[in-house]
């Protein structure tokens, strides 16, 4: 079984910062691409911003220079340092992750989602 868990969200006032986690566990051989998607009151799931195994970033125009997303490699964790916050980036806030298992190493690799976490900005 392989699952990953969210944390850091929480209330924020406008301008303010927040650092989402997103920890990978169970059966893992590999970790490809990571990525952080949002979906807001109303909207479609929107994609944030994604990692490469080999770092290689790309964000969402909407965050572009006010968000920073990260990996720890070893520790099978992906990071959204969220700066300059705005009421608009409110929204549930989802990990993503495409895994390769132990036991089907060099299959089709899996998808796997966090089970979200809530970002609230507001004064």
């Known amino acids: 079984q392989v699952q990953l868990v969210e944390s850091g969200g929480g209330p924020v006032q406008p301008g303010g910062s927040l650092t989402l986690s997103c920890a990978a566990s169970?059966?893992?051989?590999?970790?490809?691409?990571m990525a952080w998607y949002r979906r807001a009151p109303g909207k479609e799931r929107e994609l944030v911003a994604t990692?490469?195994?080999?770092?290689?970033?790309n964000y969402a125009d909407s965050v572009r220079g006010r968000f920073t997303i990260s990996r720890d490699n070893a520790r099978g964790t992906v990071f959204l340092k969220m700066n300059i916050l705005k009421p608009e980036d409110t929204a549930v806030y989802y990990c993503?992750?495409?895994?390769?298992?132990?036991?089907?190493?060099?299959?089709?690799?899996?998808?796997?989602w966090g089970q979200g976490t809530q970002v609230t900005v507001s004064s």
């Open positions: 990692i490469t195994l080999g770092g290689n970033t």
């Open positions: 169970g059966s893992i051989f590999r970790i490809n691409t």
């Open positions: 993503y992750a495409e895994v390769q298992t132990t036991w089907n190493p060099y299959g089709r690799p899996n998808d796997l």
